[in-house]
């Protein structure tokens, strides 16, 4: 059921692919009806994401979609299994079983580098840990954006305490 919502929010969204070897970025909604300054920012948002999941170490075969508008991204919110509400407040929302991420483009291309940095960062540590734990993840993204003076978070495979 997962596979095939995702395949029809795909094609609603009128998909254009943008292929890279490792992990594959594409751009997506109503294409027809952007302008070309609206599609220049949403090919710029997916040059800077697969530059950033890159950066930290993207699981192969990693799938990042741009929902380029805001009304693109609240007609997949209706379609995604996260509930609307959720969605309406999220910059992302990270499919672990599909190893997809649906990134709100809007959030990404406001000219804010580190916005961008932290939005893939977060969902990157979702997906090499394969977690939604929230400790887990911010425990990683601390690890890549240590704050100065801050001592360094280490996270243990194990419960052993030595």
Known sequence: MKLTVRAVVLSLLGLAVHASAENRVCIGGDLDHLTNLQKSACWASAADVRKTAAKFHAPEDWHFFIVCTDEDWKTYATLSKRASLQLDKAGA????????????????????????ERIVAHEVASAVWQSTDEIVIQRQVALWFPKPNDQVLTLRASNDPH
Request: overall charge neutral.
């Open 93 to 116: 929302d990270t499919d672990l079983q599909n190893r997809t991420t649906f990134l709100r483009g809007t959030w990404l291309h406001s000219n804010d580098a580190p916005k961008l």
